[in-house]
């Protein structure tokens, strides 16, 4: 069977639930009935995506008279974007087991779930575009059904800023991504992608720079490259959870694919700057991303942080593998593309997870303040071991699966010297550098998110009184079982992996990458091989040789519970533990220059004559640096302009065909010289 015919099954499932969302979604049978119908076209994305990873491309279709406004529907799966249709199609149906149990049935819910499934199918329309206009509509309409789906509670006005911001930058992005198309299109004369890529010799030099250019700062809109990434910060919290599940999970690595797909299909560049930008810009993402996710108390918020940081991992590994396929290193660019689309699954995954999980937390406690949690480990069990297996891969900590594509990121960076640039190697060096900080400050920054809201004391009544039953478990069961399988099987994924970088790259690095024994060794490289099946085998080996000793050696005696040593307190209280701003003081003291932090103390009355202080109000709010230094004068400059042109829409008729009258002269003098 093609697999263009298993995805007309999927768009036709999410089409059909859509539709029964909006009609049915007020009821819970609807409402599971579409949720239902979306799992099903999920399935039928992975196996799609699946197909396309281990067979290749398949040839650009145009079904029957279909058109959309401008040229014919094409449509062609290709091995580049297989794994990112796997992505969505597995975070299609671990959101559809976790919406029925997180969403209310009511007539907002109907609408709210029609949005989300055409959402998820102009996904999918974006990654099988055979055609340039079929993926610039494909690529409108995601963003404007996102923009709807931030728009879940549109009477909050942090709602309205969220989806303004997110809507706003889009469609600036949107402008660039359409300039680089035209570009292409005019210089190849042509609107299929894979003319275009055929054709890519005939761009100059200059126009394909141009052109690449446009296409990396259009895409890392959506990406989150900082200092495009504003958006994703205010989006994020404000949308529903699996609303900002789907946006992390699938729309931000829809801006990365983008970026691949002009990188490494329509129009790789000559020489080794454009690799060299992309992976600067990727680094400093990643580095910026945690940095201020570090200062973040609310748990969406953080995580969105987090997102840029991933996302600029990702771009990294692509950077590089442009840099080494310019001084033809072939092998190590195949091995970073193959490095970075790894990424992608894995930051797909454990970070869905974690905004599921993130909304479990708010429905339970009311609050996503870490501040105003504690203790959830006791009152959301199952909950705290899905979100610590996503905190140990997004940490990037063996065995789990995040750890093992930085990993291979990593070790392909080191190989910088095998460029034969002395600058260039320096470069890529300070990349690795900085993607080791990043990583550092990773595990620091999880360390906090995770230990703060399950670990220690209820810090608020609401925290003390959260209960599990109600909340939804299996979706984010399932992401958290595809992390341990990404980490465990990561030979079988690495092997679908290196088809794709042969079909992509024209090189094959089977033999190389996988000698057997299910051990992994980068290309090129001779000191470094590791088995993550054995890792993983060995890790939980370890861990359960002391288990065992305590179980065989303990005491069958009943147990007597006596008072732990407190060091001298009378008792020890909630507020007496480490607040999520406290345990992360020392990094946002260091790096005070990024935050550039308002500070205000103040005393809410004198202290009495008895010696006892009175409150003492301690308040810090950090500078948003890009939003104030660059947004808000292009903002200013905006509304100067709109001010200045306001006199032109007076309401007269006259006026107004006068103004028509000088537009039509004005091009017919242009057309005349």
């Not at 005939?202 to 126009?207: I, K, Q």
């Not at 700062?217 to 990406?223: E, L, P, S, V």
């Not at 609310?298 to 442009?322: C, P, Q, W, Y």
């Not at 399932?478 to 970088?501: F, W």
Request: hydrophobic share 55%; charged share 10%; proline share 6%.
């Amino acid at each position: 069977m093609n697999p263009l015919d298993i995805l007309y099954g999927a768009a036709g499932a999410w089409l059909a639930a859509a539709v029964t969302g909006l009609l049915c979604g007020s009821w819970r049978p609807g409402l599971r009935t579409c949720c239902g119908l979306s799992a099903l076209a999920g399935a039928a994305a992975v196996a799609a995506g699946g197909w396309s990873l281990v067979y290749g491309d398949t040839r650009v279709v145009a079904p029957g008279p279909a058109t959309i406004v401008g040229g014919p529907l094409q449509l062609q799966l290709t091995s580049l974007a297989g794994v990112f249709v796997a992505l969505l199609g597995i975070v299609a149906v671990a959101i559809a087991l976790y919406a029925p149990r997180y969403h209310e049935p009511s007539r907002g819910t109907g609408v709210y779930l029609a949005t989300y499934n055409l959402a998820l199918l102009a996904c999918l329309a974006v990654l099988a575009a055979g055609g340039m206009v079929t993926f610039l509509v494909a690529w409108e309409t995601m963003s404007l059904t996102c923009y709807l789906i931030i728009l879940r509670h549109p009477r909050s006005g942090e709602t309205a800023r969220g989806a303004f911001w997110f809507l706003a930058l889009s469609e600036i992005g949107f402008l660039l991504v359409v300039a680089a198309f035209v570009i292409l299109s005019a210089k190849t004369h042509a609107t299929e992608l894979d003319v275009m890529a055929a054709r890519g010799h005939l761009v100059p030099g200059g126009w394909r720079a141009a052109a690449y250019l446009l296409a990396l700062t259009g895409f890392g809109f959506k990406a989150g490259l900082v200092p495009l990434h504003v958006w994703l910060p205010e989006a994020h919290p404000v949308a529903p959870a699996d609303g900002s599940a789907f946006l992390s999970g699938v729309v931000v690595k829809l801006g990365a694919y983008g970026i691949a797909l002009f990188a490494f299909r329509l129009v790789p560049v000559a020489g080794s700057w454009p690799g060299l930008i992309t992976m600067g810009a990727g680094a400093v993402s990643a580095a910026i991303g945690i940095l201020y996710a570090l200062r973040e108390r609310d748990i969406k918020r953080f995580l969105a942080f987090s997102t840029i940081e991933n996302t600029g991992i990702i771009v990294t590994a692509f950077g590089a593998a442009m840099v080494f396929r310019a001084y033809h290193q072939l092998a190590l660019a195949a091995f970073l593309l193959i490095a970075g689309l790894y990424h992608v699954a894995n930051h797909g995954c454990y970070k869905t997870l974690l905004f599921m999980e993130a909304g479990v937390i708010e429905h339970a406690t009311g609050t996503r303040d870490m501040d105003r949690l504690g203790g959830l480990v006791h009152r959301l069990p199952r909950g705290a071991v899905i979100a610590f297996i996503g905190t140990l891969g997004i940490a990037a900590l063996p065995p789990l699966n995040g750890f093992v594509s930085e990993w291979l990121i990593f070790q392909g960076l080191f190989q910088g010297f095998r460029t034969g640039s002395h600058l260039t190697a320096i470069l890529i060096v300070l990349a690795a550098a900085t993607l080791g900080l990043t990583g550092g400050l990773a595990i620091y920054a999880f360390v906090r998110g995770f230990g703060i809201p399950y670990l220690g004391m209820p810090r608020t009544t609401a925290a003390a009184g959260a209960r599990e039953s109600g909340q939804p478990v299996a979706g984010p069961a399932l992401l958290a079982v595809a992390c341990v399988a990404l980490a465990v099987g990561a030979p079988v994924m690495l092997a679908a992996l290196s088809r794709t970088a042969r079909t992509v790259t024209g090189t094959s690095l089977g033999p190389l990458l996988l000698p057997g024994k299910l051990t992994v060794i980068p290309a090129h490289t001779d000191f470094s091989a590791f088995s993550p099946t054995y890792l993983t085998v060995f890790l939980v080996a370890a861990c359960a040789v002391p288990a065992l000793i305590y179980l065989a050696g303990r005491p069958r005696a009943g147990s007597v519970s006596v008072p732990v040593w407190d060091g001298g307190m009378v008792s020890f209280r909630p507020r007496m533990q480490y607040s999520a701003m406290t345990f992360s003081a020392p990094t946002r003291v260091t790096f005070d220059a990024l935050y550039r932090p308002a500070v205000s103390v103040r005393r809410a009355s004198d202290d009495d004559p008895a010696g006892r202080s009175g409150p003492v109000h301690y308040e810090a709010q950090v500078t948003p640096v890009f939003e104030q230094y660059l947004y808000r004068p292009v903002v200013r400059a905006v509304e100067w302009l709109a001010d200045v042109v306001r006199p032109l829409q007076s309401g007269d008729v006259n006026l107004y065909l006068l103004y028509v009258f000088l537009v039509v002269l004005l091009a017919y003098l242009l057309g005349a010289v």
